[in-house]
T-cell receptor, first 119, second 110 residues
Framework: EAGVVQSPRYKIIEKKQPVAFWCNPISGHNTLYWYLQNLGQGPELLIRYENEEAVDDSQLPKDRFSAERLKGVDSTLKIQPAELGDSAVYLC?????????????????FGPGTRLTVL | LAKTTQPISMDSYEGQEVNITCSHNNIATNDYITWYQQFPSQGPRFIIQ???TKVTNEVASLFIPADRKSSTLSLPRVSLSDTAVYYC???????????FGTGTRLTVIP
């Protein structure tokens, strides 16, 4: 079974330029997450999708970040314009179970991430 | 939001059992405790999840006391390949955030 696929793996851009990251979750996984991870820190949730609906985007800096998950499968995270402080690893994860409802059981499957460097 | 506290780092020799304890004093009734492992340049990998008492799988055991205010991840007979960062999370039903914290950096020494 293929895992979560992310592209590109590495991206170097100059500040004020736009950048986009793509994620293809595991087939059948309705829940999709985007995280940001700074060096030496744990992942920080940016946005969570249940199918095509963004059910939690409270941590997404909406002035420059945007995300979409058309048709409830692939997802794209965009930054426009990028700033120096956006340099980090951007992780995508998917899960076969939703955090809605009565169960909190949650196993997330992470992709390898995209390492962004903003110069 | 039930945040967690765990040691920043631990060292262990190969072949020993390693126990990593996590505190989560504000855990709610319906919350689950989840542990992830992360190697450099990779995304985190799910290890184990539990609600109470003891959970065991092929990789680790998770011990949760009756008050559920802490939990202990137990790795039996660690090898060099177990060197990684281990994250403890408390997952809430309908959570608005999933907080990983800074994790525990485990270094296994030959």
């Amino acid at each position: 079974e293929a895992g979560v696929v992310q592209s590109p793996r590495y991206k170097i851009i100059e500040k004020k330029q736009p950048v986009a990251f793509w994620c293809n979750p595991i087939s059948g996984h309705n829940t999709l997450y985007w995280y940001l991870q700074n060096l030496g820190q744990g992942p920080e949730l940016l946005i969570r999708y249940e199918n095509e609906e963004a059910v939690d985007d409270s941590q997404l800096p909406k002035d420059r970040f945007s995300a979409e998950r058309l048709k409830g499968v692939d997802s794209t995270l965009k930054i426009q314009p990028a700033e120096l402080g956006d340099s980090a690893v951007y992780l995508c994860a998917s899960s076969p179970r939703s955090l809605q409802g009565r169960s909190s059981y949650n196993e997330q499957f992470f992709g390898p991430g995209t390492r962004l460097t903003v110069l | 939001l039930a945040k967690t506290t765990q040691p920043i780092s631990m060292d262990s020799y190969e072949g020993q059992e390693v126990n990593i304890t996590c505190s989560h004093n504000n855990i709610a009734t319906n919350d689950y405790i989840t542990w992830y492992q992360q190697f450099p340049s990779q995304g985190p990998r799910f290890i184990i999840q539990g609600y109470k008492t003891k959970v065991t799988n092929e990789v680790a055991s998770l011990f949760i006391p009756a008050d559920r205010k802490s939990s202990t991840l137990s790795l039996p007979r660690v090898s060099l390949s177990d060197t990684a960062v281990y994250y403890c999370l408390v997952v809430q039903t309908g959570a608005n955030n999933l907080f990983f914290g800074t994790g525990t950096r485990l270094t296994v020494i030959p």
